[in-house]
Every structure is written in structure tokens, then in C-alpha cells.
């Protein structure tokens, strides 16, 4: 619920722009990377999933991507729209294990 | 969405009671897990089962203890609340451990009083 945004970093996007949202990762050996989206009162949804022998992937209006180099994961949501206000996270794979999940980052639509 | 169903979705009770939250799932997953969401913390994972009466501890396993006793259902129990364990636990299904989404319930909102 309005809990899980307590806290949390935000981004403030006009509607029609494009929204790019951060994740650095510190373990090299995680191979595996998932985007999720929560809205209020409701469990993560899945976005997007990218694995670490690629660059980039790309989805219905979502972008994945991975620079390995310097740990770091994106986000993009193009033409961002009210319904795409939620909170981001992402979760890497550290080997096998279960996945490991960031704290987050709110995004906030204005009209 | 997945098959996953959470009860209840909202309890409140008082400390030193004993709670039991339920997870069934219909997609005859392998991996099942349960997290508490916080504000400041995000997802931490309490347990998780790779099959019929296998479960693993996660990072804040203390004063929680879970069951598995058919592939469908993954119970959650907290012996005898606290007020720290006011929280929102979410159940997540996976078909394998770690390079594969999970994917999750509607969360249940426990607050103990």
C-alpha cells in the first residue's frame, strides 16, 4: 500500500516524456536481472528481464539497460502515461540463490 | 496474472498471539517464498520451499516458521507476534530458483497490536 513508498527516492515525469529509472547492482557475479513495477495496495509485477550477455532488451514501450562495467541497470519507459505511476525495482540473481530485490523508486506522473 | 492467492489480505491481532498466513498457488510452481515489505527496507525474504517439505531460511527468518505440506500451499507462521512483525508479507512463485522472475500475491497487511 502507500507504505512501500515511504522513503523511497522519486521521480517526477510529465506526461508524454520519457522516465529512466536507476538501479546499481555490487555483485559482479550476478547474471541475471529483473524490473518490477508495484502499485499501491498490490503485489510486484514483472516488467522486463534481461540476462548478463546482453546489453539491452526491449519490450512494450520498457527498455532494459545493462552496463557491466560499472554495475548499473536502467529502466525507460517511453511516452510515460498516468498508469505508469508505481514504484521501480529491481532484483538480481547473486549466484544460485534466490533473487536479491532493491528498495526502490517511486515514479510520479503529472498531467 | 499468476495463480496466486493470499489469505487473509488485511489481520490485525495482538502480540503474543500465534498468526498463520496461507499462500496457494494453481501454477504447480516449485519454488515458493515469503517476504515482508518495509518502508526504508523493500523486499526481504523470510523462507522459501523448493519443493514438498523443503524450505531454506532468508536474510529475517527469526520468530517465523513456514510449512509445505502439498505443492500448492506454503503456510506462514509466526509462533507468537510481535509488533515488529507489523508489516506487509507478500508470497512470490518462481519454476526455478534464480534465473527466473518470481511472480507474487496481493500482499496480506499484518498489523499487531
Known amino acids: 500500500g502507500e507504505s512501500v513508498g515511504l522513503h523511497l527516492p522519486t521521480l517526477s515525469v510529465q506526461e508524454g516524456d520519457n522516465s529512466i529509472i536507476n538501479c546499481a547492482y555490487s555483485n559482479s557475479a550476478s547474471d541475471y536481472f529483473i524490473w518490477y513495477k508495484q502499485e499501491s495496495g498490490k503485489g510486484p509485477q514483472f516488467i522486463i528481464d534481461i540476462r548478463s550477455n546482453m546489453d539491452k532488451r526491449q519490450g512494450q514501450r520498457v527498455t532494459v539497460l545493462l552496463n557491466k562495467t560499472v554495475k548499473h541497470l536502467s529502466l525507460q519507459i517511453a511516452a510515460t502515461q498516468p498508469g505508469d505511476s508505481a514504484v521501480y525495482f529491481c532484483a538480481e540473481n547473486r549466484g544460485n540463490t534466490p533473487l536479491v530485490f532493491g528498495k526502490g523508486t517511486r515514479l510520479s506522473v503529472i498531467a | 496474472d499468476a495463480g496466486i492467492t493470499q489469505s487473509p489480505r488485511h489481520k490485525v491481532t495482538e502480540t503474543g498471539t500465534p498468526v498463520t498466513l496461507r499462500c496457494h498457488q494453481t501454477e504447480n510452481h516449485r519454488y515458493m517464498y515469503w517476504y515482508r515489505q518495509d518502508p526504508g527496507h523493500g523486499l526481504r525474504l523470510i523462507h522459501y520451499s523448493y519443493g514438498v517439505k523443503d524450505t531454506d531460511k532468508g536474510e529475517v527468518s527469526d520468530g517465523y516458521s513456514v510449512s509445505r505440506s502439498k505443492t500448492e500451499d506454503f503456510l506462514l507462521t509466526l509462533e507468537s507476534a510481535t509488533s515488529s512483525q507489523t508489516s506487509v508479507y507478500f508470497c512470490?512463485?518462481?519454476?526455478?530458483?534464480?534465473?527466473?522472475?518470481?511472480?507474487f500475491g496481493d500482499g496480506t497487511r499484518l498489523s499487531i497490536l
Open positions: 512470490a512463485i518462481s519454476e526455478v530458483r534464480s534465473d527466473q522472475p518470481q511472480h
